[in-house]
């Protein structure tokens, strides 16, 4: 993960204690996957309007994901759209969204995101 700006703090790890997935099946049922990833960019809830991009792997093959981010400070967004650029630019104009890229079995995946939370597939 890269900080949007200078000087700010950033932390990506794993969720990796039992029943992790639970918020994403509650809304997506048996297609959730992986763990969860904790995303922590600034202060809680802190806001980045011009966005932050984060890449997370998976050893597995998911080339139609899509993501649930789950905020720090409550509530949810499902991430479903594909990253599109201006000509010319490289932060994309809808974030949040996803690029999915598939090589031997694994998945990587980067994500624009303009704030904290946790991150699922599914």
Known sequence: MIAPAANIPVAVGEDTTAGSIAPCQALHGASCFGQGSFLTVGALGALFPDGFAVTIGYNSSHSNANFLHAFDLGGSEDITD?????????????????????????????????????????
Request: with cysteine; net charge negative; proline share 5%.
């Open 82 to 122: 594909d990253c599109t650029f201006d000509v010319g630019e490289v932060v994309p104009n809808n974030m949040p969204c996803k690029i999915i890229d598939t090589a031997q079995g694994k998945t990587f995946v980067t994500l624009w995101l303009t704030q904290n939370g946790k991150i699922y597939g599914y």
